[in-house]
């Protein structure tokens, strides 16, 4: 299921409750994994990307405002980035972020970020409806700032030749930018599928902006350079940029890593994706800020996704 059918459907105004504790409790994880290894990369940190529980939230098993409090005591992890389509009618409610900021510091959860979707497309050529979408990403860096964010995340959409949807991106990127700045926010960008899985790019966008505070969320899985949010879960995409490829080449001027995952086999790994390589990369990069877990398969269910995805990275990041 995309984002954007998956966020259309999921009810904002009524109360949701959580699920049975028997769903939800069982084969907690330990604490996560520290290793001795040499620098520049010592400490493995790890994050929950609110889209891995995108389906018990849009079927009310679970209440997006208590996404905190199910990261620490369901998985053993201290640090979530939010998806603002789970929020959508809370985006310039100030009195509300400032209640997830207490629900946050009451559970010892830090917050790094906030992924925008749906907000129009900044790389659109037609300056009007750019400057719309870039207006509209505003109430997200106010509510990451709240939250005590480091970050906002932001898609490379826009319809037109890819010389004139980067141009606007520029454009776009430089007035969100400064107006991000003014509150110590950064702005991510994914690849999330068409142009935006081509990381060189990407990385044209930042070298031709130069602004301090742009940079990138390289995901594990997003590769399809042929669709829209650029899912690689299904074999029917008809361009994919090398992944491994691709990581590598965001690495500099990340700020974050979405370590994607599908589905796992008998032994714990990722059939379509190579993690020891690909936390090998993201490693030997000196990368040192989270690496967040965004399960988003179909095989498994979505807390046994979460902590296989996890036990498999504190496995393989103890064995490089």
Known sequence: MHRRDTLKKIGLGAAVSLAAPSLWSCNRPTQTATVDTPEPTKLLRLSLAQWSLHRAFQNGELNPYDFAKIAKSEFGLEAVE?????????????????????KSQDQGVKNLLVMVDEEGDLGNPNQAESQKAVE????????AKILGCHSIRVNAFGDGAKEDVQKAMVQSLGKLCSY?????????????GLYSSDPFWIK??????KAPNLGTLPDFGNWCLSAKWGSTQADDCTEVFDRYEGVKTLLPFAKG???????FDEKGEQPKIDYRKMLGIVKESGFDAYIDIEYEGLQQSEPEGIRLTKQLIEKIWEEL
């Open 257 to 263: 890593v979405s370590a994607k995952s599908y589905s």
């Open 82 to 102: 939010y998806v603002n389509g789970f929020y959508r009618e809370k985006g310039s409610d100030t009195s509300f972020w400032k209640e997830m900021l207490q």
């Open 204 to 209: 044209s966008i930042i070298e031709e902006l």
């Open 180 to 192: 991000a700045a003014a509150s110590d926010i950064q702005v991510l960008i994914e690849n999330h």
């Open 136 to 143: 509209n990403h505003y109430k997200w860096v106010d509510a």
